[in-house]
């Protein structure tokens, strides 16, 4: 089953040099969750690469090729602009290198281990970001409303290119293997390790802002922690059952509106959301 279009956009977003962490002023302990996820990318998305690439050797079919390498040049573009919000990150908190130094350590092991194993973290990871897509569009009024343009904006924008090319590292691991165990394992392992290497990014910056030991803090971190739970567990879950296909889940309407807006978007234009607006509507700060 082939994906929709998927386009890769070479959108150059910019941080202030001064951008504060807490991009979000009234959800910090949710500023710092993001922000341990998006120190993940430049190490998360390059294994991605690796492993469909090589994994492309063995692939015959001209559309399921043709989707791998849309969704490699999707995911290139991600971390680099997620490593470019990184570094102004580490200017405030430069012990995060120690977490990346860490995350750089873990996949470079993982990209010893076999095919399978690495395809099926590919597939299961991906599987968790469809989740994590209906939530973060789905709750963007609550989520994002009154933050930070320019990393709302990044953030939303990578969400909508995991519907463009949700397929794809689905399709490439049963096209090769089709192992209903294999991928029920994948999902397991990449889901769990993203959000551990997450954990251990916003625990830095919520020990360096003081709130890691205060109870109210950490409440208000196992809520949101629930939230991310019951909002992706469902597509998860739904991954597992017979005849399962990811063309078969309806991405929010947002998605569609917001590919629509980029469209009409002159070229070289960075598509900043309107983050006054309750509703983040799917149009572009002029």
């Known amino acids: 089953m082939s994906s929709s279009a998927i386009l890769v956009r070479q959108i150059p977003f910019s941080f202030d040099e001064d951008i504060n962490p807490v991009w979000n002023p009234q959800r910090p302990e949710w500023s710092h969750m993001l922000n341990g996820a998006s120190l993940t990318m430049p190490y998360l998305e390059p294994f991605l690469i690796k492993t469909v690439t090589e994994a492309l050797k063995q692939v015959d079919d001209p559309q399921l090729k043709a989707d791998v390498r849309a969704f490699i040049g999707q995911e290139g573009a991600h971390y680099k602009n997620h490593r470019r919000y990184n570094e102004i990150l580490k200017q405030t908190c430069p012990e995060l290198a120690d977490v990346e130094d860490e995350m750089e350590a873990e996949?470079?092991?993982?990209?010893?281990?076999d095919l399978?194993?690495?395809?099926?973290?590919?597939?299961?990871?991906?599987?968790?970001t469809m989740g994590i897509t209906e939530w973060l569009v789905r709750k963007r009024a609550s989520l994002f409303f009154g933050a930070d343009a320019s990393v709302s904006s990044l953030v939303l924008w990578h969400m909508v290119e995991e519907?463009?090319?949700?397929?794809?590292?689905?399709?490439?691991?049963?096209?090769?293997?089709?192992?209903?165990?294999g991928k029920a394992l994948g999902l397991l392992c990449g889901s769990t390790h993203v959000a551990w290497s997450s954990r251990k990014g916003y625990r830095r910056l919520l020990m360096r802002d003081g709130k890691w030991e205060r109870i109210s803090s950490?409440?208000?971190?196992?809520?949101?922690?629930?939230?991310?739970l019951v909002h992706t567990s469902p597509a998860m879950f739904r991954s597992l059952l017979p005849g399962y296909h990811p063309a078969k889940v309806n991405d929010p309407e947002w998605v569609a509106q917001w590919t629509s807006a980029y469209d009409g978007l002159a070229e070289g234009c960075i598509p900043l959301l309107d983050t006054s607006d309750p509703e983040i509507p799917a149009r572009f700060q002029t």
Do not use: I, S
Not at 107 to 113: H, M, P, S, T, V
Not at 116 to 128: I, N
Not at 218 to 228: D, E, G, H, S, V
């Open 107 to 113: 996949y470079r092991a993982f990209q010893k281990r």
């Open 116 to 128: 399978k194993w690495r395809l099926a973290y590919v597939a299961g990871f991906e599987t968790m």
């Open 163 to 181: 519907t463009e090319h949700k397929n794809v590292a689905y399709d490439l691991y049963m096209h090769l293997y089709g192992d209903w165990r």
């Open 218 to 228: 950490r409440l208000r971190l196992y809520a949101m922690a629930a939230r991310f």
